[in-house]
């Protein structure tokens, strides 16, 4: 199957911004599951409410767009009606961690097998720029012009913490990893977490005054380094990407399903 054939061609041109890095996400998950070979009608994609959430109108897959913050908890219906299904669920930071950070903790704990992306951009890009909880401290957004006083959640260890058995981090700079961790995450069973650091220019770039989307990028560039790399040790304000769990632990559908065997004796 090649790559166009996993796109709903009717609903283009996108509705992204220039720049935006939502659409190297896209590109990378579709370029994924071209090399993975997975028919697409073994894939369900369920997102909430947000620009990245828009991911599921450009795929042809089974799909579901559902309320802000709840993608979560409609992928767990889905993956437990039907377990055999890959489900995929796109965020952004605001609807994974804001509104969703209960599903978001709970799906993790439950190690459901579910492969949760969630684009980091630091703000609600759909609503203006409003910071969301991954906006660093002292960074500027559209509501907070002086600054940010609040701390900034780490997902990787918020999963971690939380029990996601697979857990990475991408940035749209590094495109080409992040197809890699994004093959890794689907075909993890479990759940599975990938953060993608990604860029807003028309809100956090403009709010913060980092620049467009070119400054954007060369910022993830600069400012990341592999995990476990020596120059994070020279220089602890790099934040790490690559893969920094893979664990098995039982999943919740099978165990679910040897709970039903158990009460059917
Ligand atoms: C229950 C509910 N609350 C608030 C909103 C308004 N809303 C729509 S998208 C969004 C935030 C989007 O930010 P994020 O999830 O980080 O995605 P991005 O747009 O940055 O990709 C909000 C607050 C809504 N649609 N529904
Ligand atoms: S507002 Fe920001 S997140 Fe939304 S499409 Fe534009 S650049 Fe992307």
Known sequence: ???????????????WCPGCGHGIVLNNLIRALEKLGIPKNDI????????SSRISTYVDFHSLHTLHGRALAFATGVKMARPDLHVLVPMGDGDALAIGGNHFIHAARRNIDITALVMNNHVYGMTGGQYSPLLEFGEKAATAPFGNVDQAFDVVELARAAGATFVARAT???????QQIFEQ?????GFSVVEVLTQCPTYYGKYS?????????????????????????????LVERGVF?????????????????????
């Open 245 to 265: 769990v893979r664990e098995e632990r039982p999943e919740y559908c099978s165990e679910y399903a040897k709970l039903i065997e158990r009460a059917s004796r």
């Open 209 to 237: 005054k980092i620049g467009g989307a070119v400054e954007m990028m060369e910022r993830l560039r600069d400012g990341t380094t592999p995990v476990g790399s020596q120059a994070k040790k020279e220089n602890p304000a």
């Open 172 to 178: 749209t700079y590094h495109a080409a990893s992040m």
């Open 185 to 189: 995450a689907i075909t993890h069973k």
């Open 44 to 51: 369900v994609m369920v997102s909430g409410i947000g620009c």
């Open 1 to 15: 199957m090649a790559v166009r054939d996993y796109i709903r061609q009717r609903f283009f041109p996108h509705l």
